[in-house]
Structures are given as C-alpha cells and as structure tokens.
C-alpha cells in the first residue's frame, strides 16, 4: 500500500487529497471485518501490530497522554480543532452514560 503523508495541508488543498479511488467494497469489507476480529479478539496486541503495519510506528501505549494532545492542537488549524473539542465532548459523555449502566 503506498501512503501519502501530509503533514498540516491548507484547507485549499482538502478536496484534492481527500479523494479516493474506487474499489471493491465487498473486498474492503471482508478487510474490515477480519481487523475488526482481531482487535475483538486479541486487544492492544492487535491494535499495535496494526499501527506498525499501517502507520509504520512502533507504539509502546496506546492513550495519547495530555502533554501529547496540547503538543498537537498548538499545531493544528483552528478548522481542525473544532471538530477534535466536539468529539472529545461526544466521546465524555457517551462515557459518562456508559458508566452509569453499569
């Protein structure tokens, strides 16, 4: 699989390089499905294999510490962020209720 990386692209520059080929969507499925499997069943393990695979990154822990996320959003365009503080605020409370279920 050959990546591109971008790294802080312009928001001019979004509808290029976020258009894809079209391909199989039965194979990417049958894709899908078999990572899906193995993250149910073999947890982190699976998800650090994937990341070396995919990303090309070796990951010793998979939470993002808070140093790490206030490195990231200094750099980031603010058209970015306000998505990542909306999904933060999703992600709690979905949490939040979960919890309660239990």
């Known amino acids: 699989m050959n990546l591109k990386i971008y790294k802080y692209p312009s928001t001019k520059s979004w509808?290029?390089?976020?258009?894809?080929?079209?391909q199989n969507?039965?194979?990417?499925?049958?894709?899908?499905?078999a990572i899906i499997y193995d993250v149910a069943n073999n947890g982190d393990v699976a998800l650090k294999n994937y990341?070396?695979?995919?990303?090309?990154?070796?990951?010793?822990?998979?939470?993002?510490?808070?140093?790490?996320?206030?490195a990231a959003t200094k750099n980031a365009e603010p058209q970015l962020k306000k998505p990542?503080?909306?999904?933060r605020k999703i992600f709690k409370?979905?949490?939040?209720r979960k919890s309660r279920q239990l």
């Open 15 to 22: 509808g290029t390089i976020s258009q894809r080929p079209l």
């Open 25 to 33: 969507s039965n194979a990417i499925q049958a894709s899908v499905n």
């Open 51 to 70: 990341a070396s695979k995919f990303d090309g990154v070796a990951l010793k822990a998979l939470q993002v510490s808070s140093k790490e996320i206030t």
């Open 84 to 87: 990542y503080f909306r999904l």
């Open 93 to 96: 409370n979905f949490i939040q």
